[in-house]
Every structure is written in structure tokens, then in C-alpha cells.
């Protein structure tokens, strides 16, 4: 099975050329300069388009919340999309939780100040945001300060809220009806992120809590977007919000949004199905492809569009090292010997790969160290030594290997053929991987409930700079899979945090990056690149995938459907 599903990689590897690292390839879909249309529905398989939403209410602290509320929900700040590489800035906004300070909007705030006496952070809201009437719900008023205290001060009384990460907060309050002031009691660097626009910042009102915020038919928020319709594991539907606040300007002309009428997610789990319907336009865009479907869906659908970019999902086993025979470094390192990680991204990704972008993002200027720059230590546990891996084995006592179960997750298309393709390597050296595949409800809650197998073959977001480190390797953490913990490192994090020079930081963090790869927690492996693809009638539009962290939301605003076009084409 093992030299036959290589076989069959190498054979279909018609890969397009690779483009620097993190960066992006993409066609703008508006360089006709064509005028806005209103009107039409958006078709869309999303990054996730294998998951259903998990959850509706901000308070349950799930991961996927912004992507699937984020058309309704709204957040303080959001990402500058006219600064997107698509009209000519820098900022490509595909990685899922990174906005570089230079590419921040207000989105309810109007501005905002870090001030030092007292230490807070003071956010002046815009006047004139409306809530929609929610019949049965809540009335139609304007969104104000109380409303931002309000979500805030319920976001972190929840009991799944992820330790200390409000604790640098001290109170919240809204000094009058379009001002709100977040009291600090220390810095944290990445205030912006967790006050403003990161995962757990959304905007809930009071109402929608009162009638039950889990019910999809309860949410409302202040966003371009209603949520109209959702069944699970097949849609979610949006409609136009009619008194939406914000305007995109184009050709010195400004346009109210949105121009869609309708935004559906289609839920669909099957990669087969995916490529099937993007290419008979059952769906208008499709975000994450593999890499190696791109040949044969170029010929098939010719007119199809297209966006490349490196994954924003770090790929990895972790190892457990609260249990044996993981809590020893030697195994540890050993197992990354074994693997061959070139021969993985010549046959199993086509080419389409990076050996070394994980945990730090090539994007993330001054935080990523290519692996030509890493120590001798680091660079030996991405050079396939089946040799020394047996070596290290016996030194850790285990001569003739051992068993362990692989735990991955079923939704995942490239986990489930990775997989056995890691345990034939490993048991050249003599290691048997039993292998599990979990469906992912019961695969996300074994690793949140510390009852996943000793090996955990995974993806995570690489998120940004400092939650990468933090959530993935700090003790106690909720996706510290490897179940890693040093005192040592986790002061280094604090440090980290309390750091308001960001060279100061940067440096930190490249020094923390190669102390935890040196210690080996996970075997890294590469990280893909994936495409976008969609047709020409999707207009202004380039391949963009987050304006925060995982929220779309604004993107989908922007977006028009050219619909005379679309029926040219026979669709």
C-alpha cells in the first residue's frame, strides 16, 4: 500500500511552479475594473468546508466561531482589505490570526488608544451601528458601549475560556454611550489581538443571550450578514442585512454593502464531491484544494480562477510526553529521523510543500528563521537517518521498538493517506503505529479532555507569532497536544508577553522556535501548499481568506456575483 500510494503521487506530481515562501498567487478578480452589481447568491466551500459549525454562542469558546458568525458578529477592529496584495498592498490576509498593525481597520471602533496612566486600552465606537429587528429576539437599535462591556465581561466568565487569557484584564466598562475603556493590570503584547479581533471578541448582544445564543435562530448581530438558515452537516445560509453600516469604495465611487443577497456555506465532506461541484459550478468558489487536483481541475475547468497559498495549518504528531516511551527525548528525535520528510513532499504533496513552516509562519517578518539558519540540532531532525533513529531507539532502551496507536482525524483527506504512509516509515526502524481514525467531534474532544492517544497526528493553526508558541507548547494549555511542560520555557512566554519592544520580541521568539524544535514534542512534519479556485464571475475578489482571526466576513461583503456573466456561461 505504502510504495503503491507513492507510486500514484509521483506519477499524477504536474505541479505549477512553486512561488516564494507564504507567499501568494493569485488572479484578481475585478482587473476589468467592472462596476459593482447587486444581488445573487455566493456559493462557497469554505477552509472547513468538511466541518459543520460547532457552536453559535461566543461563550462556548470554540475555535471555528468567527468563520461561521463572523457575517453577523462583529469585532472592534478587522482587517484593511484595501491594503490586500490584490490592490496593491503587502498584505496578502490568508494567514488565519496575524493583521500586522498597518493592516487594521476600525471596524465598530472608530480608533482606539493604548493609554499608560492608568494602563488601559480606551476604544471610541462609531455612531450610527444599527442591530436589525430580530422578530421574537430583540428590536432594531444602535449597537453602544454597554454592549461591548457586556459580551467582553461574558466571554471571560466562561468556564471553557482558556486559562489566563483575560487575566491581564482588569475591568471593562463603558465610560459613556460610544466609549469603552478595557482598565489593564499589566501589558500584554497582544492586547489588540485578544480585545479587538481575535478569536473571542465578538460582539454578542444581551437580547440574543436571553433568548438562548446556541439557537441559531436567535443570533443577531450588527454585520453585513443575517444567519437565515442552517442545517448541520449540509448549509449554513446568510441574507443581505439591510441596514448594514459600512461602504466599500471603488473607482473613487463608494458602495453600500453588501452586494450579495445571499451567502450560502455548503458543508460537504467528501474531497471528490468538492472538486465535482466547483467544477460544474454547483459551487462559485471553493477555498482550499489540494495541491495535486490542481492539474487535472485546470483541464477539466479551464476558466476557473485560481490562488495559491502555503497552508495556515501547521502539520504534526504530536507526541505525548507525559507518557512513555514519548517522555524520552531520544524517541522523540528518533522518530523524526525515521520519517522522510523530502520524500513526503516530492510524492505524497507533488512538490507543493515546505519542509520546515511550522510553528512560525514564513509570512511573519522577523519571527520566521528558515531551516538553512537553524542549528545543526534542529536541521537533524528533518534529515531522513534511519541509522541513527535505530541508534537513538536502543540508547532509550528499546532495541526492537515498540507500539503505539496513531490517533488522526477521518475529516482530514490528507491525514487519512498520510498516516499509513508514517507508519510504514516508522516501522523500518522497528516502531508499529496502530493506527485510529476519529471522526472529528470525538477526535477534538479526546485531545480537550487529555484522553488522546500517545501519538496525535494533527493540524493547527500557526494563529500568530506569540499564540503559536503559547497555546501549543505552554503548560496546561487546551491545544498543547504533546502535553509539553517546562517552567523554564513557560517563563520565557511571560517574558514574551510583558515585552512591549517588538525586536525584543521577535528575537525572543526565534529562540524559543528553535528550543522547542531542538526538544522535538511533535514530529514536524511539512506543511502544504493549497489553492483557491473560482469562476470569473466572482468579482472583487483574489484569494484573500481571513479579516481577523478565521472571519471571512468582510471578505464575503465585497464580493459581487457578475451575473450576466454567470448565465453567459451556462450556469
Request: charged content about 25%.
Amino acid at each position: 500500500m505504502y510504495e503503491t500510494t507513492f507510486r500514484r503521487a509521483l506519477l499524477g506530481a504536474a505541479a505549477a511552479a512553486l512561488l516564494c515562501v507564504g507567499g501568494v498567487q493569485a488572479q484578481d478578480a475585478n482587473k476589468d475594473g467592472a462596476k459593482p452589481q447587486y444581488g445573487g447568491t455566493l456559493e462557497v466551500g469554505t477552509m472547513f468546508v468538511t466541518l459543520s459549525a460547532l457552536s453559535w454562542d461566543p461563550h462556548d469558546w470554540n475555535w471555528k466561531l468567527n468563520h461561521d458568525t463572523g457575517q453577523f458578529y462583529e469585532q472592534l477592529i478587522a482587517a484593511d482589505l484595501d491594503k490586500s496584495v490584490r490592490k496593491g498592498g503587502k498584505h496578502p490576509f490568508v494567514a488565519d490570526a496575524y493583521l500586522a498593525t498597518e493592516a487594521q481597520r476600525g471596524e465598530i471602533a472608530e480608533k482606539w488608544e493604548l493609554v499608560d496612566n492608568p494602563l488601559s486600552v480606551v476604544f471610541t465606537l462609531r455612531k450610527g451601528i444599527m442591530f436589525p429587528e430580530k422578530p421574537g429576539v430583540m428590536a432594531s437599535r444602535e449597537l453602544t458601549a454597554e454592549d461591548v462591556a457586556y459580551a467582553f465581561n461574558r466571554l471571560r466568565s466562561s468556564p471553557k475560556h482558556i486559562g489566563g487569557y483575560y487575566d491581564f484584564v482588569g475591568s471593562v466598562v463603558a465610560r459613556d454611550k460610544y466609549t469603552v475603556v478595557f482598565n489593564l493590570k499589566e501589558y500584554n503584547a497582544e492586547w489588540d489581538y485578544r480585545l479587538a479581533w481575535g478569536f473571542y471578541t465578538t460582539i454578542t448582544p444581551k437580547e440574543v443571550v436571553d433568548a438562548g445564543p446556541n439557537n441559531w435562530k436567535n443570533v443577531n448581530g450588527t454585520g453585513p450578514f443575517m444567519l437565515t438558515d442552517f442545517v448541520a452537516g449540509n448549509s449554513n445560509t446568510y441574507t443581505k442585512n439591510p441596514i448594514y453600516w459600512d461602504k466599500e469604495k471603488l473607482g473613487g465611487q463608494e458602495y453600500k454593502l453588501p452586494f450579495l443577497d445571499k451567502l450560502v456555506y455548503r458543508t460537504i465532506k467528501d474531497e471528490a464531491t468538492q472538486l465535482a461541484a466547483i467544477r460544474t459550478a454547483k459551487l462559485d468558489l471553493l477555498e482550499t484544494i489540494n495541491a495535486r487536483n490542481i492539474p487535472e481541475l485546470k483541464k477539466s475547468a479551464p476558466q476557473l480562477q485560481f490562488a495559491k497559498r502555503l497552508s495556515i495549518l501547521g502539520s504534526f504528531m504530536a507526541l505525548r510526553t507525559d507518557t512513555k516511551p514519548f517522555d524520552d527525548i531520544r524517541v522523540r528525535r528518533a522518530i523524526n529521523m525515521a520519517v522522510n520528510k523530502k520524500e513526503i513532499i516530492e510524492a505524497h504533496y507533488t512538490g507543493e510543500a515546505e519542509m520546515h513552516a511550522y510553528p512560525m509562519y514564513p509570512d511573519w517578518d522577523g519571527y520566521f528563521d528558515s531551516l538553512d539558519k537553524m542549528p545543526a540540532s534542529v536541521k537533524e531532525l528533518y534529515t531522513y537517518d534511519p541509522k541513527k533513529a535505530k541508534e537513538l531507539l536502543k540508547e532509550a532502551g528499546y532495541p526492537n521498538g515498540f507500539t503505539f496507536k496513531m490517533q488522526f482525524c477521518s475529516c482530514s483527506a490528507d491525514h487519512v493517506e498520510l498516516a499509513p504512509l508514517i507508519a510504514a516509515y516508522l516501522e523500518q526502524v522497528g516502531i508499529k503505529a496502530e493506527l485510529k481514525p476519529t471522526e472529528y467531534g470525538a477526535f477534538l474532544s479526546a485531545m480537550t479532555t487529555r484522553k488522546h492517544e500517545a501519538g496525535y497526528l494533527m493540524n493547527s493553526s500557526h494563529t500568530n507569532p506569540t499564540t503559536s508558541i503559547r497555546k501549543s507548547f505552554v503548560s496546561g494549555q487546551t491545544w498543547n497536544p504533546s502535553i509539553y511542560s517546562d517552567p523554564k520555557f513557560d517563563a520565557k512566554m511571560d517574558e514574551v508577553y510583558r515585552t512591549r519592544d517588538e525586536a525584543k520580541r521577535k528575537q525572543l521568539l526565534r529562540e524559543m522556535t528553535v528550543e522547542i524544535m531542538d526538544a522535538a514534542p511533535y514530529l514536524w512534519l511539512p506543511t502544504p501548499y493549497v489553492y483557491a479556485a473560482w469562476w470569473p464571475w466572482v468579482k472583487n475578489y483574489g484569494g484573500e481568506m481571513s479579516a481577523g482571526s478565521l472571519r471571512p466576513g468582510p471578505i464575503y461583503a465585497r464580493i459581487w456575483v457578475d451575473q450576466e456573466m454567470k448565465k453567459k456561461m451556462g450556469h
